[in-house]
């Protein structure tokens, strides 16, 4: 079945890296996405990848993708203040046309 | 980026009444909008797919005589919630294609049932 994975919570220190992993099932997997939820808002396309690639770096974020451990990971380098939200892990098959499915999303901290 | 609107971000109704929640692309034409719910600290799940001039397609579970959902054209899409309960009480979340890569998501409609 179709099941994503990401641990719930995440404290880093204002300036050092942050590091969210994420774990899928689907190895029909075709698109990996990561997306930004600050409270009460609606979600925030960070970034995506294909699921024939295994890194696509875009500014701060830095996506690794181990398609054969079926393992995702988000980097945010110098993480500040504003990084401070719910981060969601998802995939989907084929097209966008496709569902989305989401992972639990894990609340990133960031403490002075 | 392309933006998605949706109305109103927020509505409190008593039980037994109708809501309906608008979510429009404003600045893209989608064929293809999908509506999410999220209760409070868990994730989105997806509730329907809704393909612009045909019927929506429903994910197991979600049902289609309670959650209306109406696309009508290309940048409008909308879900009315018939009869409502507490338990319908929800953050609704929708989002619009425009790539095969990628969705658009709105700001979410906070629902909440008296």
């Known amino acids: 079945g179709e099941d994503v994975e990401q641990s719930l919570f995440l404290s880093v220190r204002e300036g050092d890296s942050s590091v969210i992993n994420c774990t899928y099932t689907d190895s029909s997997s075709t698109y990996l996405y990561w997306y930004k939820q600050e409270p009460g808002a609606g979600l925030q396309l960070l970034t995506y990848i294909f699921s024939n690639m295994d890194m696509k770096q875009d500014q701060r974020l830095t996506v690794l993708l181990n398609k054969k451990d079926k393992h995702l990971s988000l980097r945010i380098a110098d993480t500040q203040t504003g990084d401070s939200a719910i981060y969601f892990c998802?995939?989907?098959?084929?097209?966008?046309?496709?569902?989305?499915?989401f992972g639990s999303g894990t609340r990133l901290s960031i403490r002075p | 980026g392309a933006v998605v609107s949706q109305h109103p971000s927020r509505v409190i109704c008593k039980s037994g009444t109708s809501v309906k929640i608008e979510c429009r692309s404003l600045?893209?034409?989608?064929?293809?909008m999908f509506w999410y719910r999220q209760f409070p600290k868990q994730s989105l799940m997806l509730m329907a797919t809704?393909?612009?001039?045909?019927?929506?397609?429903?994910e197991q579970g979600v049902e289609k005589d309670k959650f209306l959902i109406n696309h009508a054209s290309l940048t409008l899409s909308t879900l009315t919630v018939t009869s409502a309960h507490p338990e319908d009480s929800s953050f609704y979340i929708c989002s619009a294609s425009i790539t095969k890569e990628t969705q658009y998501f709105g700001p979410g409609t906070r629902l909440l049932v008296l």
């Open positions: 600045d893209f034409q989608a064929t293809t």
């Open positions: 809704s393909n612009e001039g045909s019927k929506a397609t429903y």
């Open positions: 998802a995939e989907s098959r084929y097209s966008s046309a496709s569902k989305i499915i």
